[in-house]
């Protein structure tokens, strides 16, 4: 069975860091694409970054661009996303999700309802930025 799972999450002051981990299972992750995507309260999912099989192409929303980076190690099928210089505006349940290409992917980004389009979802990590 096709699995993600985040880690990673947690609670942290304004201006620090995080790293979240995605970690796959039941598949070969390196056969797709990887999204992350956050869901603030009250609020719909929104697409943060995308980072292709191969490691060669990475996507980044404006509002994280230049402070979260994207990384993959399929060697042992996990997906980062290394979060710098964190605001309250980025308090949200963190999800990962595979996609079948990374134009397919990023496209989704701008979707508001990208989990009926991705294929496989996991269960999200919560990250909380304190002001």
């Known amino acids: 069975q096709a699995q993600l799972v985040e880690s990673g999450g947690g609670l942290v002051q304004s201006g620090g860091s995080l790293r979240l981990s995605c970690a796959a299972s039941?598949?070969?992750?390196?056969?797709?694409?990887i999204g992350w995507f956050r869901q603030a309260p009250g609020k719909e999912r929104e697409g943060v970054s995308c980072?292709?099989?191969?490691?060669?192409?990475?996507y980044y929303a404006d509002s994280v661009k230049g402070r979260f980076t994207i990384s993959r190690d399929n060697a042992k099928s996990t997906v980062y996303l290394q979060m710098n210089g964190l605001k309250p505006e980025d308090t949200a349940v963190y999800y990962c999700?595979?996609?079948?290409?990374?134009?397919?992917?990023?496209?989704?980004?701008?979707?508001?309802?990208?989990?009926?389009?991705?294929?496989?979802w996991g269960q999200g990590t919560l990250v909380t930025v304190s002001s």
């Open positions: 980072v292709s099989n191969s490691d060669d192409n990475t």
């Open positions: 999700a595979a996609g079948k290409s990374f134009a397919f992917t990023v496209a989704t980004m701008a979707l508001t309802d990208p989990d009926r389009h991705l294929e496989v």
């Open positions: 039941g598949f070969s992750l390196d056969r797709y694409a």
